[in-house]
């Protein structure tokens, strides 16, 4: 971890606790554009209604999002980082094979997000203006947002972002204020503190639909897995300490919306003399609400940013725990950890505005969120489990602490699959979608890996270094490069000595084997070299955090250039006249291009992975350019993937007949 990085995650600042509340807080910061509205829904306007709806949003805050996720869950950091990856690269040491099941549901659920969290932000923002003009297209507007949103992705979010945090500031002090202005005027509304009124509810049909005003409740806690992937933006501390500014204001606001609606008890809220129905402008001052419409449409904005930045940065874990196929990546800014998936960000932008054509309102896409939130809550409540186990965190907290959100949880669960045929399914299809291509990948690399052929370079060193030397054959190098996927030093893969002696022999003065270990923890860059033969053959390892960008061109540079200087190699050209002048010698880099054999003899479900796999891989990036070499000096050989080979077949030799056929 670097310094910078480390002291964001460890100290406590001002400035620390600003960019938090511009990076972290824009879902769940903007949930009171939607929450009331969805809980009255075109329900009357009644006391049990109210009270109890709040008393569930309170308690939602305080047990899901506060304790679980801002006390509990941001310990389990990985050397400052947080996200379901980081939490199953953590819990991945304790060898359960089937804990990358929750992993993959839980990141492509996450994404799935990502395409209705900007959506309904916007929507709900914009609808605003329908105070001033009841029949505004909003679409058009919201769609233009979007589109604006995802173009300026390119550029980064530098320096965009310096106005992220104090629009966030305003937005926050808004909500408060707001609330409070209302609040004084009905304190009777205090009296949703009490839990009570949230289970009285619950166990009442008073509201038409009794338990399941759960599934509208549950919307003021999305975006509460952002405190937790976001960690390493700003850190523990950080969080837990603007948390409580946050959260204030949040309840604030939500209980201003409750008293002034409940001094309109026995009303429906298209009854309150507006063509915007939504509680959270209506608590607003005539003359406050453009200013309103124009600050929650720029918070919507931000929220949808950090949704975004925040897929980029799931995809590039996703690629390097071989769960998603490799990509272009650009790092438009010098700010670590900050980088631009252009295939990733068109593909959320054609479904954000999917959304927007399909539900048109904020109203109808509320039905689509939730669902697949909570099933993502669900599989970090899963490995969160086992992290704590690995933890050996005692039997007598763990088990109450476990079933107590088992219970919650579910309960969500239960409350919002009414709503998979109302929308629900749009999202869970897309997370669906998501998860096949994760699952296929890996379980192809396994495949792919359980085949591979491998061999002890000490067997292949002799002949090497007589290759090397061998002027009867022409040099195809200077210096010869192969990337391999053996973890031990002293072994290769077959195909690259087969590439080496006897595809056609490739004469070279030095030959270099380099491999690539993605590391469990997100930032780290070190190496390691190997003298395998002196003068002859060399081994690198690079050891990566699976955050770092693969740029192994600049990395193998770095490489030489401190060989060279500690006089450990000589790599100029060992052409006679190159070399007096000092001419660097040329480097070759041999990658393989792999495709199934046709003698493959496959069971029926390696045929669906393993063709799914190369259909998949037509579309991802080749392997030149995800080790970020140059094409000039790379060539690439098309090498046969044999699994199960046939056993061998028993032929019978026949001699010549005399007789003419």
Not at 120 to 129: F, K, N, R, T, Y
Request: hydrophobic share 45%.
């Amino acid at each position: 971890m670097s310094t910078s990085h480390k002291n964001i995650h460890t100290q406590l600042s001002a400035a620390g606790l600003l960019l938090t509340l511009g990076i972290i807080y824009g879902d769940i910061g903007t949930s009171p554009l939607y929450v009331m509205k969805a809980i009255i829904g075109e329900h009357t306007i009644n006391k049990q209604l109210i009270l109890g709806g709040l008393s569930c949003i309170l308690w939602t805050l305080t047990l899901q999002t506060t304790l679980k996720y801002v006390i509990i869950t941001l310990n389990a950091d990985n050397h400052g980082e947080g996200g379901i990856f980081s939490l199953y690269s953590l819990v991945k040491k304790t060898k359960i094979q089937w804990l990358i099941v929750p992993a993959i549901i839980g990141g492509s659920l996450l994404l799935a997000e990502g395409i209705i969290t900007p959506p309904i932000s916007i929507s709900s923002a914009v609808e605003g203006l329908h105070i001033f003009k009841p029949d505004i297209p909003t679409i058009p507007i919201v769609i233009a947002i979007i589109f604006i949103l995802f173009s300026i992705q390119q550029f980064g979010a530098k320096l965009v972002s310096k106005f992220f945090s104090p629009t966030m500031l305003v937005w926050f002090s808004m909500l408060g204020i707001l609330g409070c202005i209302q609040i004084f005027k009905n304190v009777e509304i205090f009296k949703a503190i009490n839990p009570y009124y949230g289970y009285k509810l619950l166990t009442s049909d008073n509201a038409g639909e009794g338990f399941l005003i759960l599934g509208a409740v549950f919307l003021c806690t999305t975006g509460a897995e952002a405190l937790y992937s976001d960690m390493g933006h700003c850190g523990r501390r950080n969080i837990r300490v603007s948390w409580v500014f946050v959260k204030t204001t949040l309840i604030l606001n939500y209980f201003g919306q409750g008293a002034f609606l409940l001094l309109h008890e026995g009303k429906t809220l298209a009854q309150l003399g507006s063509s915007n129905h939504n509680p959270f402008y209506l608590i607003m001052a005539d003359w406050f609400q453009p200013i309103g419409i124009v600050i929650a449409t720029f918070a919507a904005i931000i929220a949808s940013q950090a949704l975004i930045s925040g897929s980029f940065t799931l995809i590039n874990e996703a690629m390097r725990l071989n769960f998603w196929p490799k990509v272009k990546i650009n790092y438009p800014t010098d700010v670590k950890g900050q980088l631009y998936i252009p295939s990733i960000n068109w593909l959320l932008f054609v479904g954000c505005v999917g959304i927007v054509l399909y539900f048109k309102e904020s109203k109808y896409m509320e039905h689509a969120y939730g669902l697949s939130i909570i099933l993502g809550m669900m599989m970090t409540t899963t490995l969160l489990n086992f992290y704590l186990i690995m933890k050996r965190v005692k039997w007598y907290f763990l088990t109450p602490l476990i079933a107590l959100y088992a219970t919650i949880e579910i309960a969500f669960l239960y409350a919002n699959v009414s709503k998979f045929m109302e929308g629900g399914y749009v999202t869970l299809f897309v997370a669906i979608f998501m998860i096949f291509i994760m699952s296929t990948w890996f379980l192809a690399k396994k495949i792919s890996k359980n085949y591979t052929q491998i061999v002890k370079i000490d067997d292949y060193a002799k002949v090497l270094g007589e290759l090397s030397h061998d002027e009867t054959i022409p040099k195809y190098a200077t210096h010869l490069v192969y990337m391999t996927n053996a973890t031990r030093s002293d072994e290769i893969e077959e195909k690259v000595m087969y590439s080496i002696l006897r595809k056609r022999p490739k004469r070279a003065d030095i030959y270099w084997f380099i491999h690539v270990n993605v590391l469990n923890e997100p930032y780290k860059k070190e190496y390691r070299v190997t003298e395998i033969l002196k003068d002859d053959l060399y081994r690198v390892d690079f050891y990566l955090g699976f955050r770092e960008p693969t740029k192994i061109n600049l990395m193998f540079k770095e490489v030489i250039k401190d060989m060279v200087s500690k006089g450990e190699m000589d790599i100029s050209s060992r052409y006679e006249s190159l070399n007096k002048n000092n001419i660097i010698g040329d480097f070759k880099f041999v990658l393989s291009e792999k495709f199934l054999s046709n003698d493959s003899d496959l069971t029926f479900f390696e045929k669906i992975v393993m063709n799914t796999y190369f259909i998949l891989k037509k579309f991802s990036l080749s392997e030149g350019k995800a080790f970020g070499l140059d094409n000039s000096s790379v060539k690439v050989e098309q090498f046969p993937m044999v699994l199960h080979p046939p056993e061998i077949i028993n032929m019978k030799r026949i001699e010549k007949s005399n007789q003419n056929i």
